[in-house]
């Protein structure tokens, strides 16, 4: 019926190989890479996709091929986030962990520069959660998915009798 251009295994382990590599890579990139996507992340994303294509089916063009590829990457996926919901400790290597990007009011430029997030994304999740003033914040945090938490230092009890 359908005539494959490689054994069906190969498939399967190729695109097991990419799957890791991508995974890998991405890791790498940072946290801002997974959080919100800028015209620039999503023109990566496509070049990954056609460039990562001709390494998953070779020269095969074939709907069943494709197929095999698709199911190997989703049964992957889930084989994932299996694992990770059943150890922290695999869970920490795959997804990371939250960062502190600034305490007590205090920026820390460190932890931005080292995650790759420009100072300017940090302004913005503090004006998106209705914070105007760096001394209002007592910590943000740099979640693992690309988000920032901020959470807001609550009123002293002078503070709040002056109000």
């Known amino acids: ?23 890998v890579l991405v890791r790498l990139s ?8 800028t015209p620039f992340d999503l023109v990566v994303v496509i070049l990954l996709g056609e460039s990562t294509q001709g390494a ?9 091929g494709s197929l095999i590829v698709a199911t190997t990457l989703i049964a992957l996926n889930y ?3 299996f694992v990770t919901a059943r150890s922290r ?8 962990e939250p960062v502190v990007v600034m305490r007590n009011g205090r920026m820390l430029s460190h932890a931005l520069r080292r995650n790759n ?8 999740a503090l004006r998106k959660q209705g914070v105007s003033a760096h001394e209002d914040v ?5 979640e693992t998915n690309g988000e ?5 230092r609550e009123p002293t009890a002078r503070s709040a009798t002056a109000s």
Do not use: N, Q
Request: proline share 4%; glycine share 8%.
């Open 1 to 23: 019926m359908f005539e494959l251009a490689l054994p069906w295994w190969e498939f399967v382990a190729r695109a097991a190989l990419v799957y890791a590599a991508l995974l």
């Open 30 to 37: 940072g946290k801002r890479t997974v959080g919100e996507f």
């Open 56 to 64: 998953m089916v070779g020269a095969d063009v074939s709907v069943p």
């Open 79 to 81: 084989a994932l986030g």
């Open 89 to 96: 400790r695999i869970d920490r290597l795959v997804e990371g």
């Open 117 to 124: 997030v420009p100072e300017s994304d940090l302004e913005e």
């Open 138 to 142: 007592e910590l943000a945090i740099l």
């Open 148 to 152: 920032i938490t901020v959470l807001k």
